[in-house]
Protein backbone atom coordinates (compact mmCIF):
# COMPACT_ATOMS: atom_id res chain seq x y z
CA UNK A 1 0.00 0.00 0.00
CA UNK A 2 1.01 2.95 -0.51
CA UNK A 3 2.71 4.99 2.28
CA UNK A 4 4.19 8.27 2.63
CA UNK A 5 6.20 9.87 6.05
CA UNK A 6 7.02 13.11 6.51
CA UNK A 7 10.01 14.02 8.74
CA UNK A 8 12.09 16.99 10.10
CA UNK A 9 9.67 19.38 11.24
CA UNK A 10 11.36 21.24 14.09
CA UNK A 11 11.31 24.97 15.58
CA UNK A 12 13.36 27.30 13.84
CA UNK A 13 14.18 30.92 14.33
CA UNK A 14 12.92 33.45 11.74
CA UNK A 15 15.11 33.78 8.97
CA UNK A 16 16.40 30.07 9.94
CA UNK A 17 16.19 27.14 7.61
CA UNK A 18 15.10 23.66 7.45
CA UNK A 19 15.03 20.36 5.27
CA UNK A 20 11.60 18.37 4.85
CA UNK A 21 12.41 14.78 4.12
CA UNK A 22 8.85 12.55 2.58
CA UNK A 23 10.01 8.67 2.56
CA UNK A 24 7.37 6.70 0.10
CA UNK A 25 6.55 3.21 -0.51
CA UNK A 26 3.94 1.44 -2.35
CA UNK A 27 3.89 2.57 -5.78
CA UNK A 28 6.25 3.48 -8.76
CA UNK A 29 8.04 6.91 -7.21
CA UNK A 30 10.15 7.92 -10.01
CA UNK A 31 6.65 7.68 -12.20
CA UNK A 32 5.01 10.03 -9.73
CA UNK A 33 4.58 14.04 -9.21
CA UNK A 34 4.82 15.05 -5.80
CA UNK A 35 4.05 17.61 -3.71
CA UNK A 36 4.25 19.35 -0.69
CA UNK A 37 1.07 21.27 1.29
CA UNK A 38 0.91 23.27 4.73
CA UNK A 39 -1.73 23.96 6.94
CA UNK A 40 -1.79 26.37 9.87
CA UNK A 41 -4.47 26.67 12.69
CA UNK A 42 -7.62 27.76 11.39
CA UNK A 43 -6.51 28.07 8.07
CA UNK A 44 -7.58 25.50 5.10
CA UNK A 45 -4.59 23.35 3.45
CA UNK A 46 -2.41 25.40 0.42
CA UNK A 47 0.14 23.90 -2.08
CA UNK A 48 3.41 24.43 -1.33
CA UNK A 49 5.41 23.15 -3.73
CA UNK A 50 4.93 20.81 -6.90
CA UNK A 51 7.60 18.42 -8.92
CA UNK A 52 7.04 16.35 -12.09
CA UNK A 53 8.05 13.05 -12.08
CA UNK A 54 11.55 13.23 -13.36
CA UNK A 55 12.50 16.09 -11.71
CA UNK A 56 12.59 18.47 -14.73
CA UNK A 57 10.17 20.75 -13.63
CA UNK A 58 9.17 22.22 -10.45
CA UNK A 59 6.25 24.88 -9.37
CA UNK A 60 5.54 27.06 -6.19
CA UNK A 61 3.20 30.20 -4.96
CA UNK A 62 4.33 33.36 -4.96
CA UNK A 63 4.67 33.00 -0.86
CA UNK A 64 7.64 30.71 -1.20
CA UNK A 65 9.31 31.44 -4.59
CA UNK A 66 12.82 31.62 -4.22
CA UNK A 67 13.02 30.47 -0.56
CA UNK A 68 11.69 27.03 -0.87
CA UNK A 69 12.99 24.28 -3.50
CA UNK A 70 11.34 20.89 -4.12
CA UNK A 71 13.56 18.31 -4.89
CA UNK A 72 13.55 14.33 -5.57
CA UNK A 73 15.60 11.21 -5.31
CA UNK A 74 13.80 8.67 -7.31
CA UNK A 75 16.62 6.04 -6.43
CA UNK A 76 16.02 6.85 -2.53
CA UNK A 77 12.30 6.94 -2.82
CA UNK A 78 12.37 10.44 -1.36
CA UNK A 79 11.04 14.31 -1.85
CA UNK A 80 12.96 17.05 0.31
CA UNK A 81 11.43 20.41 0.81
CA UNK A 82 14.61 22.81 1.40
CA UNK A 83 13.23 26.05 3.30
CA UNK A 84 14.54 29.08 4.22
CA UNK A 85 14.78 32.56 5.06
CA UNK A 86 11.62 31.10 7.33
CA UNK A 87 9.17 33.66 8.44
CA UNK A 88 6.57 33.18 11.09
CA UNK A 89 4.19 32.72 8.52
CA UNK A 90 5.62 29.53 7.39
CA UNK A 91 4.94 27.49 10.52
CA UNK A 92 2.37 24.34 9.89
CA UNK A 93 1.94 21.10 9.53
CA UNK A 94 3.43 20.08 6.36
CA UNK A 95 2.11 17.22 4.16
CA UNK A 96 3.58 15.04 1.65
CA UNK A 97 0.83 14.30 -1.09
CA UNK A 98 0.75 11.94 -4.54
CA UNK A 99 -2.24 11.07 -6.88
CA UNK A 100 -2.37 7.74 -8.12
CA UNK A 101 -5.04 6.67 -10.39
CA UNK A 102 -7.52 9.02 -9.43
CA UNK A 103 -6.59 8.27 -5.88
CA UNK A 104 -4.93 11.06 -3.26
CA UNK A 105 -2.61 10.24 -0.69
CA UNK A 106 -1.54 12.14 2.12
CA UNK A 107 1.24 11.73 4.69
CA UNK A 108 0.58 12.70 8.32
CA UNK A 109 2.41 15.77 8.14
CA UNK A 110 5.23 17.07 10.50
CA UNK A 111 5.06 20.53 11.95
CA UNK A 112 7.06 23.19 11.32
CA UNK A 113 6.92 26.02 14.45
CA UNK A 114 8.83 29.79 13.58
CA UNK A 115 9.32 31.64 16.69
CA UNK A 116 11.79 33.51 18.18
Known amino acids: QVQLVESGGDLVQPGGSLRLSCAASGFTFSASTMKWYRQAPGKERELVASITNNGGATTYPDSVKGRFTISKDNAKNTVYLQMNSLKPEDAAVYYC?????????WGKGTLVTVSS
Open 97 to 105: YTRRFGVNY
